[in-house]
């Protein structure tokens, strides 16, 4: 477990900021969580950056090959919420300032330089190869407070 | 001061119960259709919408109503994509359907893009809902 302190004091941060971020609630906050984990779990606003939120939330009418257009006023809160929230406010951010950037424009969350950087002692075997997971995007087969936005290390089960 | 306090609230129930037989969500919405220029719905129509087939422009296998919410509406349904498990649609078993005039309106545009590829006329609409709305 190379660097693992390291990873324990990223982990630690972000869940802060989470917890944070939750506290100054809104209806965007109550729009993104019930939009948004219909289909998946709500991804932490933080996991993105405004930018790739933005990219996002333009193309809900092909959104991974699903149709999950918003009513413009609906979409508009939403929009607000992760953008206020985004990496690019997230005490990850601010502590490493950009050693976590991704070059360009992501749209998913496991192509961002920081998913990738505290996943790469994840062998492929475990989630993609493994019936029991599939893919990295369902956060919460794995960390079993994803739903409530906790991703502390100690909570990982991966099922075999 | 007792027998007023009943009144009143057989009042306020009556006036509510008034209401909500008058003018549901789902009435609200077939009839602002018909405003938009629908004429009768037709649950026959709805079922035949319903279980039409539309080619997927990449390729992937034919998308219908049916296909993910299968044709049988008191049973569970499965997205052909994604795999999401999709509850009932039919108000007969799951009464959380067609409560809200904002689900159904979302839903409605959601799917008729991602199936036909275009939305819904008002007429195709109602007729979707009746069909939804009367299967047992």
């Known amino acids: 477990m190379k660097n693992s302190n390291l990873i324990q004091a990223i982990l630690f941060t972000l869940v802060a900021g989470l917890v944070s971020a939750n506290a100054n609630a809104d209806s965007g906050a109550d729009l993104y969580k019930s939009e948004c984990s219909a289909c998946h779990i709500a991804y932490p606003p933080a996991f993105l950056t405004s930018a790739s939120w933005d990219a996002v939330l333009a193309h809900l009418d092909d959104h991974f090959g699903d149709n999950a257009e918003l009513a413009a006023q609906e979409l508009a809160s939403i929009k607000q919420y992760v953008e206020k929230n985004s990496f690019d406010h997230s005490r990850i951010k601010r502590r490493y300032g950009n050693r976590f950037d991704t070059p360009g424009t992501p749209l998913r969350v496991t192509k961002t330089r920081f998913f990738r950087a505290i996943h790469d002692e994840v062998p492929d075997r475990l989630v993609t190869g493994n019936p029991a997971v599939k893919t990295f995007a369902r956060c919460e087969v794995c960390h079993r407070g994803a739903q409530y936005g906790s991703f502390d290390e100690d909570e990982v089960r991966i099922p075999r | ?136």
């Open chain 2, 1 to 136: 001061m007792y027998r007023k306090k009943v009144i009143n609230l057989l009042t306020v129930l009556m006036v509510l119960s008034v209401q909500s037989a008058m003018a549901s969500p789902l009435d609200d919405l077939l009839n602002s259709y018909k405003a938009q220029g629908a004429t009768q719905f037709s649950a026959q129509r709805g079922k035949q919408f319903w279980a039409t087939k539309h080619a997927d422009k990449q390729g992937g296998p034919a998308r219908s109503c049916s296909a993910c919410h299968s044709n049988n509406l008191t049973r569970m349904g499965k997205h052909i994509r994604t795999g999401k498990a999709i509850k009932p649609m039919a108000p007969s078993v799951n009464s959380a359907r067609l409560k809200k005039a904002r689900k159904m309106k979302k839903w409605l545009h959601r799917n008729c893009k991602w199936v036909l590829g275009r939305t819904c006329t008002a007429q195709e609409k109602g007729d979707i809902l009746t069909f939804i709305n009367t299967f047992k």
